[in-house]
């Protein structure tokens, strides 16, 4: 990719079809120095066509070895893997074994005993871990790497060891220990400050702990796409109010969500629909409420209304919708609906629609 875009032609190259493309390019597409460019050339080897059928041995006596690599590479016959380097853990535990382990009782004690370790070092340092790896080495070579995820900073070792549990009970692929395990390595490859919390009477830390283990044992049964948690977003449209997140993810200081004042309404209801759903209404006045609206062919008649709260989309998003003005309604059964009048009079539309945006509880 990199040598069509700076000597070939802007093109597509379908998959199967990289030697092909680059066959025409110039041998400067190879990156060779300058010197064995200049000697290509004398022989009259000026494109990668002329070397690519060319035997490689004779290449690498005259130019090196780096010369039949680098063609190699170009027209796809080798892979060019990179392989990233990985940063280095907050903190690592293992355990070597002159003879390898197969039982399971075993593998659960060593595992036990590198988290509780891994703990104690955390704790040291004054930090908690938010991701922890284990890593199985078996006899033959294989490696198995069983990864988990906390909701916030932990050094509590039996938390973190039903986290594993959860995980393994869920593999498609079982642990298999095949002739033995010969080291388990417990890594912690993201860690944050976690100091020691007081806990008060009202046992507040405790629950938020317990929702935390939970929605950690969640994410490691049915994965981090699969437990969502909702944030709160710096705007006033409602419909871009909130934005959802693996709950294990880690999130900057969130927005606090908008509350209403002691004793007064919700400000938004609880269910919202997208796309607000349309509407038939009258109204006394054409900026006033409407007196009754008829939603799924049933007719509401309004006893109670508080509004407009006018809400325009950012500056920079203006065309895509026009000003709405919103009002919180109860009708005769004391059921509470959020309404809009999407566009001004006059300014904005001729003829204004509503719409119904959510439900109150």
Do not use: N
């Not at 990156?31 to 064995?36: C, I, W, Y």
């Not at 590479?73 to 074994?97: N, V």
């Not at 809400?311 to 059921?335: C, H, K, L, N, Q």
Request: glycine share 6%.
């Amino acid at each position: 990719a990199r040598a069509l875009a700076r000597f070939g032609e802007a093109q597509v190259v379908p998959p199967g079809r990289e030697e092909e493309a680059v066959r025409p390019l110039p041998v400067a597409a190879l990156r060779l120095p300058e010197a064995d460019r200049a000697a290509l050339s004398l022989a009259g080897l000026k494109r990668i066509a002329d070397l690519a059928d060319l035997p490689s041995q004779p290449l690498a006596a005259r130019f090196g070895e780096g010369l039949p690599r680098a063609l190699r590479r170009l027209l796809g016959r080798e892979d060019a893997r990179i392989t990233p380097l990985r940063p280095l853990p907050a903190c690592c535990e293992e355990e070597r074994f002159t003879e390898p382990v197969t039982q399971q009782h075993v593998i659960e004690s060593i595992l036990r005993h590198l988290i509780e370790r891994a703990a104690g070092t955390l704790e040291k340092a004054g930090r908690g871990g938010r991701s922890f790896e284990a890593s199985f080495y078996r006899a033959d070579g294989d490696v198995r790497r069983i990864a988990v995820e906390t909701g916030r900073p932990s050094r509590d070792a039996s938390a973190i060891l039903r986290l594993f549990h959860e995980r393994l009970d869920t593999l498609a692929d079982p642990l298999d220990p095949g002739y033995g395990f010969d080291l388990i390595r417990l890594a912690v490859p993201v860690a944050e400050p976690l100091a020691p919390v007081q806990v008060c009477l009202d046992g507040e830390i405790l629950c938020d702990a317990e929702i935390s283990d939970l929605v950690d044992r969640l994410v490691a049964r049915f994965g981090p796409s699969r437990v969502l948690r909702f944030l709160p977003v710096d705007t006033h449209h409602p419909v871009r109010a909130a934005r959802l997140l693996p709950a294990s993810a880690p999130v900057a200081p969130p927005v606090a969500w908008p509350l209403a004042e002691p004793g007064d309404p919700p400000l938004r209801p609880l269910q919202l629909f997208e796309p607000a759903q349309p509407i038939e209404t009258l109204a006394e006045v054409p900026d006033g409420p409407p007196i009754r609206f008829r939603w799924r062919h049933v007719l509401h008649r309004v006893v109670w209304a508080e509004g407009p709260e006018r809400i325009s989309a950012e500056w920079w998003r203006r065309r895509e919708a026009p000003t709405r003005d919103y009002f919180r309604v109860e009708d005769e059964e004391g059921r509470r609906f959020w309404l809009f009048r999407a566009g001004l009079y006059g300014s904005e539309t001729d003829a204004p629609r509503w719409y119904l945006h959510g439900l109150f509880a």
